[in-house]
């Protein structure tokens, strides 16, 4: 039996190579073909082979079955196995990617400096929604719209000086954003943020619990005040209110920051008033703690008006206007222009007397009568020749000059020490004192003394009783009048009637009459 000494495969036949390695068979020595145990050997091996080939074909489809169903098995339970590994796989990733997404989005929504420059974008392209989505306030009356972010658009776009102020003001809050709260309120420094128009700072309101830096709005307030009714007060064109009551005040708000125009109306019979100012409510030095006062209607007041007895029948006239009531009806007249004019006038048979138009001025009470016009009248159609007592014989028609003039002195005077007395001005009566006698020291230290303890005096009614020409050369002589007044001290009010006796003489430098003494004759009452 022949080998290929270089596989050890059997030859068999004629061949001179191997089939297996292509060694020449030739080379292989023939020592075993004749040799019998080599046969043996030959046919034991062989029959070995067989014996293991056969055994070998028995066992290999058992073990194909055995790994054909291995595989189902496996096939079995692979397919969800490897569902879930993906399910897990795609799970993580997406957590990574939205871990990711959370912290990029934390620190973009956190820079302050991104909320800057947005909050400045969104003013300068006019970008409304862009803008409120970027602002805050922490006033519960405050709501930010698109109306009120129009109002901050259109005033930094008109000043763009303030915007960039209000910018730097921003990126120097922006550096205590991410400083500890709690430390921040130990040192004070967001104590400002209350006065501060525009201010940045962490916002409650942050997605996911994120930190979400906005622009905060502190409101701003406009206190009206009226000393007079009726007035009606507007807001970009808008009323907001209207004085109920004298010395009217109202707190009219929340409003942003911003320019607004501001106006009040008034309109009565005697007045018809409109005044519109606009208002910068931000670069204001006349804010103070982010309100703001406006006076509406200081052009008006009210006067009361006194006239004596004789003339409280005399119809009023406001600026040359007939108001159809008596002086009696109209005591109090207003609201009315510090310029208005006030006359009375009355009317006997086919006369009319009628006063000058007084300018009302500062003055709280306007005195006018017409009494020397009717009392001229009545003594020329001598009808009041029993009601005046006339100590000197010679006083006739040639002293009626003199009786007018010395009248309305002393009526004067009366009328003017209660405005002397009720505002502490001694000015008010100086032109009636004779300068030099004792009486135009004593009534200015009196006139002082009054107002300081409290003493108010309105004069109801004076009449005068006598006078009596002294001396004709000095053309001097006394007045008596009866005085009727309503004093008020200590919140108390008492109603006193007094006879006075006035002395008075021409001075010659001043050309007019003047008192040089006064004496109460007796307290009626």
Same mark, same amino acid.
């Given at each position: 039996?022949r080998?290929? +000494?270089?596989?050890?495969?059997?030859?068999e036949?004629?061949?001179?190579?191997?089939l297996?390695?292509?060694?020449k068979?030739?080379?292989?020595k023939e020592?075993l073909?004749?040799?019998?145990?080599?046969?043996?050997t030959?046919?034991?091996?062989?029959?070995?082979?067989?014996?293991?080939?056969?055994?070998?074909?028995t066992?290999k489809?058992l073990k194909?079955?055995?790994?054909?169903?291995?595989?189902?098995?496996k096939n079995?339970?692979?397919?969800?196995k490897?569902?879930?590994? @993906?399910?897990? =796989?795609i799970?993580?990733?997406?957590f990574?990617?939205?871990?990711?997404?959370?912290k990029?989005?934390?620190a973009y929504?956190?820079?302050?400096?991104? *909320?800057i420059?947005?909050f400045?974008?969104s003013i300068l392209d006019?970008n409304?929604q862009? =803008?409120?989505?970027?602002?805050?306030?922490?006033?519960s009356?405050?709501?930010?719209d698109?109306e009120?972010a129009?109002?901050i658009?259109?005033?930094?776009n008109?000043?763009?000086?303030?915007?960039?102020e209000?910018i730097n003001?921003?990126?120097?809050d922006s550096k205590?954003?991410?400083?500890?709260?709690?430390?921040?309120?130990?040192l004070?420094?967001?104590?400002?943020?209350?006065? +501060?128009?525009?201010?940045?700072?962490?916002?409650?309101?942050g997605?996911?619990?994120?930190?979400?830096?906005k622009?905060?709005i502190n409101p !701003?307030?406009?206190?009206?005040n009226?000393?007079?009714?009726?007035? +009606?007060f507007? !807001?970009?064109?808008?009323?907001?209110?209207?004085?109920?009551k004298?010395?009217?005040?109202?707190? #009219?708000?929340?409003?942003v920051?911003?320019?607004y125009?501001?106006s009040?109306?008034?309109n009565?019979?005697? *007045?018809?008033?409109?005044q519109t100012?606009t208002?910068? =409510?931000?670069?204001?030095?006349?804010l103070y703690?982010?309100?703001?006062?406006y006076?509406m209607?200081?052009?008006?007041?009210?006067?009361?008006?006194k006239?004596?007895?004789?003339?409280?029948?005399?119809? #009023?006239?406001?600026d040359? +206007?007939?108001?159809?009531?008596?002086?009696?009806?109209?005591?109090?007249?207003?609201?009315i222009?510090?310029?208005?004019?006030i006359s009375?006038?009355?009317k006997?048979?086919d006369?009319i007397?009628?006063?000058d138009?007084?300018?009302v001025?500062?003055?709280?009470?306007?005195?006018?009568d017409?009494?020397?016009q009717?009392?001229e009248?009545?003594?020329k159609n001598?009808?009041e020749?029993?009601?005046?007592?006339? #100590?000197?014989?010679?006083?006739?028609?040639?002293?009626?000059e003199?009786y007018y003039?010395?009248?309305?002195? *002393?009526?004067?005077?009366?009328?003017?020490?209660? *405005?002397?007395v009720?505002?502490?001005?001694?000015?008010?009566?100086k032109?009636?004192l004779y300068?030099?006698?004792?009486l135009?020291?004593s009534?200015e230290?009196?006139?002082k003394q009054?107002?300081n303890?409290g003493?108010?005096?309105e004069?109801i009614?004076?009449?005068?009783e006598?006078?009596?020409?002294?001396?004709?050369?000095?053309l001097?002589?006394?007045?008596?009048?009866?005085?009727r007044?309503?004093?008020?001290?200590?919140?108390e009010?008492?109603?006193k009637?007094?006879?006075v006796?006035?002395?008075? @003489?021409?001075?010659?430098?001043s050309g007019n009459?003047?008192?040089t003494n006064i004496?109460?004759?007796?307290?009626?009452n």
């Amino acid at each position: 039996m022949r080998k290929c +000494k270089s596989c050890g495969r059997i030859i068999e036949g004629n061949d001179r190579f191997c089939l297996i390695c292509g060694a020449k068979i030739e080379e292989v020595k023939e020592e075993l073909n004749n040799n019998e145990t080599d046969v043996k050997t030959y046919e034991k091996e062989k029959l070995e082979n067989s014996n293991e080939e056969l055994k070998e074909s028995t066992e290999k489809p058992l073990k194909c079955e055995k790994n054909i169903y291995d595989n189902r098995e496996k096939n079995k339970k692979s397919p969800l196995k490897g569902r879930s590994n @993906k399910l897990i =796989l795609i799970s993580l990733s997406l957590f990574g990617i939205l871990f990711f997404s959370y912290k990029q989005l934390g620190a973009y929504m956190s820079n302050p400096q991104n *909320v800057i420059e947005k909050f400045k974008v969104s003013i300068l392209d006019k970008n409304e929604q862009k =803008l409120i989505d970027l602002l805050d306030t922490e006033s519960s009356s405050l709501k930010i719209d698109e109306e009120g972010a129009k109002v901050i658009i259109d005033y930094f776009n008109k000043n763009l000086d303030a915007l960039d102020e209000t910018i730097n003001y921003l990126i120097r809050d922006s550096k205590l954003i991410n400083k500890n709260d709690e430390l921040s309120n130990m040192l004070n420094l967001n104590t400002d943020n209350e006065k +501060k128009l525009f201010y940045i700072k962490n916002s409650k309101k942050g997605f996911l619990g994120l930190n979400k830096i906005k622009v905060y709005i502190n409101p !701003i307030f406009i206190n009206v005040n009226s000393k007079v009714e009726g007035v +009606k007060f507007f !807001i970009n064109g808008k009323e907001m209110c209207e004085s109920d009551k004298r010395d009217f005040n109202l707190k #009219v708000g929340p409003l942003v920051p911003g320019e607004y125009e501001l106006s009040y109306k008034f309109n009565n019979e005697y *007045v018809s008033l409109e005044q519109t100012e606009t208002v910068d =409510l931000i670069e204001n030095f006349s804010l103070y703690d982010n309100e703001f006062i406006y006076e509406m209607g200081n052009e008006l007041k009210y006067v009361t008006l006194k006239t004596s007895e004789k003339s409280k029948e005399a119809t #009023v006239y406001i600026d040359g +206007k007939n108001t159809g009531k008596k002086a009696y009806e109209l005591s109090d007249i207003g609201p009315i222009l510090y310029n208005t004019k006030i006359s009375i006038e009355i009317k006997q048979e086919d006369n009319i007397f009628k006063s000058d138009e007084v300018e009302v001025g500062k003055r709280k009470e306007l005195y006018i009568d017409l009494d020397s016009q009717l009392y001229e009248y009545e003594i020329k159609n001598n009808k009041e020749e029993d009601k005046i007592g006339k #100590v000197s014989s010679n006083f006739d028609n040639d002293y009626s000059e003199l009786y007018y003039n010395v009248e309305n002195l *002393v009526k004067d005077y009366t009328y003017n020490f209660t *405005v002397a007395v009720n505002n502490n001005n001694f000015e008010a009566i100086k032109k009636y004192l004779y300068q030099g006698e004792d009486l135009y020291d004593s009534q200015e230290s009196i006139v002082k003394q009054f107002y300081n303890d409290g003493i108010r005096e309105e004069l109801i009614d004076i009449k005068i009783e006598k006078i009596n020409i002294l001396n004709e050369q000095e053309l001097s002589g006394t007045v008596e009048a009866i005085e009727r007044y309503s004093i008020k001290q200590n919140d108390e009010e008492q109603e006193k009637l007094f006879n006075v006796l006035y002395e008075f @003489k021409f001075n010659n430098i001043s050309g007019n009459y003047e008192l040089t003494n006064i004496k109460h004759l007796d307290k009626l009452n």
